[in-house]
C-alpha cells in the first residue's frame, strides 16, 4: 500500500491516507472534491464578490459561528460521551466551514468561534434544535448558491449544503443515543 495526499477543493485541507475519504475530514465535503495537492492553489478564493454575495457571505460566517458554538456546548456535557464526542467533532467541522466563508470574505474568523454556548439542556431538545439549525443552513447555502453570480461560490454554498443536509442524518441517528 502506498500512501496519498488528497486535497479538498472546498476548504484546502490536506489528507494522508491509504485510499481517498468518502469525505473530507476536515469540513465533511463529498469526495468528489477531493483531488491532488497540485490541482488546488489558495487564489481560488479570491473572487470579485457582488454585495448581495459578501452579506451572504457574512450571513454564512454568523451561520457557522452560532452553529460551531451551540455544538462546543453540547460537548461540554458529561453525561453521554458518544453524543458528546460527536457533537465535539461536529463543532470543528462547521468551524471549518466559517474559515472557509471567511477566507473567500477576506476576513478574520470571528473571535468568539470556538468558545462554547448556551444550549437548550437535554440531548434530546438539543438535537432537535440541531435538526433546526441544519434544516436552515442547507436551505440557506442552496438559495445563496443560486443566486451567486461566481461559480468558485456556487460550488462552495452548494458543497457545504450537501454536508449540512449530512448533518441531519446525523443528527437523526443521534437521537438513538438519547
Known amino acids: 500500500m ?3 495526499i488528497y486535497r479538498c477543493r472546498i ?5 494522508l491516507g491509504y485510499e481517498s475519504p468518502e469525505n473530507c475530514p476536515f469540513c465533511g465535503a463529498h469526495a468528489e472534491f477531493l483531488e491532488e495537492p497540485d490541482k488546488y492553489t489558495p487564489e481560488i478564493n479570491d473572487v470579485q464578490l457582488t454585495e448581495t454575495e459578501r452579506a ?4 454564512s460566517i454568523e451561520l457557522e459561528t452560532s452553529n460551531c458554538r451551540f455544538y462546543l456546548g453540547m460537548a461540554q456535557r458529561k453525561d453521554n460521551d458518544p453524543l ?3 457533537y465535539k467533532r461536529l463543532a470543528k467541522v462547521e468551524a471549518e466551514h ?3 466563508f471567511s477566507d473567500i470574505l477576506g476576513v478574520d474568523e470571528p473571535a468568539d468561534l470556538m468558545e462554547p454556548g448556551e444550549t437548550t439542556g437535554s440531548w ?14 442547507s ?7 443560486e443566486r451567486a453570480t461566481n461559480d468558485r461560490l456556487k460550488e462552495v454554498w452548494n458543497a457545504i449544503s450537501n454536508v449540512e443536509t449530512d448533518h441531519i442524518t446525523l443528527d437523526e441517528l443521534a437521537k438513538t443515543y438519547v
Not at 11 to 15: D, F, L, P
Not at 124 to 137: P, Y
Not at 139 to 145: D, M, R
Open 2 to 4: 502506498q500512501l496519498n
Open 98 to 100: 466559517c474559515e472557509v
Open 11 to 15: 476548504c484546502g485541507e490536506v489528507y
Open 56 to 59: 451572504d457571505l457574512e450571513a
Open 84 to 86: 458528546r464526542a460527536t
Open 124 to 137: 434530546a431538545s438539543d438535537i432537535e434544535e440541531s435538526l433546526k439549525r441544519e434544516n436552515r443552513a
Open 139 to 145: 436551505a440557506l447555502y442552496k438559495s445563496f448558491a
